[in-house]
Structure formats: structure tokens, C-alpha cells
């Protein structure tokens, strides 16, 4: 179903797969996982290592997954998923199965959940977190008012890409 690629394989825009065309992030394990949609991410290196950069509030449900595992997954999907990506971020696996609701299959990859749908997962381990606050702001963009006047601030996990799969 999937097979394992080197990193160096990958070909695709960041800003696109990230910031258009979404992608989930899921922790925990197969009995008990949550996950949610994201549109904000970073690619790179960083200490000689590949690494993905996710952005959670504290106040999601994903965020007590996250914080209780060494890894997660981003799975990324065709646009076909777009309705299924959109439930998952506007929905609380707090309140509903997301599974039921949306059709998305969890399966298991290197431990880790991630979805049968998915056209590319890639494999995190955590390695460093840090608190986004108001204060860290060096320009008067208005961001803090546009992204914060309601929730909380979002943790940052930087994560060492230890896996790319993609689909068969």
C-alpha cells in the first residue's frame, strides 16, 4: 500500500502541499489517536537533520496526543479529501468520531497512525517545543490580534523527519 522513499526523492512545493492543500497531523495510537488539519508547517534542516515544524494550540485535542508521544505523523491527500481534511479541522475529537464521520481508514506505519487515503506520510519524532508568545513579535503586522485575539498561543514542535512513505 505505502512504500518507504528516501527524502531526497521528494519533489513538491511546501508552500502548496502545506498551505493549500492542507494536511493532518496524528498522534497517538491505533485504540487511541486524534487528528487534526493543518495549514501552517516547515520543511528544512535544522542540527543536521531533516525536520517538519507543527504548530498547536493547547486548547485542541491533538495537543494531549502530541504532547504524551515521541511521534506523529503528517499525512498528506489528493483533493478528493478536501471535505474530509476540512471536518477534521473544524471539529473536535473531543465531541465526534472523526473516523465515522469523515470515511478516513487509520492504519498503522513505524507505530504511528496515519490514514489509508493518504497519497504521502511522513514519519516525526520530536525534538524540541517552544511556547509562541506575544512578546516574540518583532513587527506590528497585527498578527497577534488576527491569530490570538481568541485562542491561545500555539506550541511549536520541531521534529526530526525519521520516514517518508508514499503511495503505491
Sequence with gaps: MFKKIDITELNFNPFTKI???????????????????????QLGVLWNKNVFTCYIRPNRYTYEFIEDGEYFTVSFFGEDFRKALSFCGSHSGRDCDKMAETGLVPTEIDGCV???QADMIIVCRKLYSYDLQESGFLTDDGIPEQFFSKDPYHRAYISEITAVYVKE
Design 114 to 116: 496515519t490514514f489509508e
Design 19 to 41: 498551505g493549500k492543500e492542507w494536511t493532518l497531523i496524528t498522534a497517538g495510537n491505533k485504540e487511541h489517536f486524534n487528528t487534526m488539519t493543518a495549514s501552517w508547517g
